[in-house]
């Protein structure tokens, strides 16, 4: 059996970890450079840094602060926010990362996700999908770094993360909106119906709450990976715990 990953996410907004609910209400959480360091010796298996805003204010990534960031762990760590091209994805790579995150440029141009695996493999590609309920489904939303920029894709979500697979990416993250930051645990159903129908990883990200939380995800074979941020940046879960109960609960992890 594969171990499941506890992956630690820091969103960053004008070059500080920032956190909030529902993709809003950001407050300050700390300095990057010193949280991935944290999060790397307390054993989480990967780290995340979305650029939250790059897409939205339509400007590159923060290259500086990746390559800080990266010459300080030596964890997987996967880069999103404001990658559009393949030199976009090129200049990523080589600034440290291990992988990259699509996720507006994407839905932009789908060719985008199909390029970049031929060229720097599909274990390297990530589809970010920000996913919220409506009318009954799950739809795509995109610039979702601030209020006034985020808007409905036309994209059912399911669909969405199928077509990506096929186009060749590596890995899918679905970030449910209406979960993010509530603490109310994850959308289980929701990414139990992405799961099933995927035959790459899939990573659950928005609400992380309890330990209890992870362990359901999992007893359920919702994902393959849990994604969390407010519980780990404010202290009120360490990694070592969830992976401890996890382990308690016969889920394969990495300790």
Not at 13 to 36: N, P, Y
Not at 93 to 111: E, F, H, T
Not at 200 to 227: K, M, T, Y
Request: charged content about 25%; hydrophobic content about 45%; some cysteine.
């Amino acid at each position: 059996m594969l171990a499941k990953r506890i992956i630690a996410c820091l969103d960053i907004s004008e070059g500080r970890v920032v956190k909030g609910v529902k993709f809003t209400q950001h407050r300050d959480a700390g300095d990057a450079v010193e949280l991935a360091k944290k999060y790397a010796r307390d054993g989480v298996d990967e780290l995340v840094f979305y650029d939250i805003t790059a897409s939205a204010d339509n400007r590159g990534i923060m290259l500086d602060l990746v390559r800080h960031i990266a010459a300080e762990i030596f964890i997987p760590f996967t880069v999103g926010g404001g990658i559009r091209t393949i030199e976009d994805i090129r200049a990523v790579l080589l600034a440290g990362a291990d992988k990259v995150s699509l996720n507006s440029a994407a839905l932009a141009n789908p060719d985008l996700i199909n390029q970049s695996a031929e060229i720097f493999g599909s274990q390297c590609i990530v589809v970010g999908v920000d996913v919220r309920a409506e009318n009954g489904g799950h739809v795509v939303y995109t610039h979702t770094g601030r209020d006034e920029t985020r808007k409905a894709a036309g994209r059912d979500a399911l669909q969405w993360i199928s077509e990506a697979q096929d186009r060749g990416a590596g890995e899918i993250t679905a970030n449910v909106m209406d979960a993010d930051g509530t603490k109310a645990g994850y959308d289980i159903e929701f990414l139990r119906s992405a799961n099933q129908q995927l035959t790459i990883p899939l990573v659950a990200s928005g609400g992380a709450g309890s330990v209890q939380d992870f362990v359901d995800l999992f007893h359920r074979d919702a994902a393959d990976a849990a994604l969390a941020a407010s519980v780990f940046h404010f202290g009120e879960l360490t990694v070592a715990q969830v992976k401890e109960k996890l382990a308690a609960e016969k889920i394969a992890v990495r300790r």
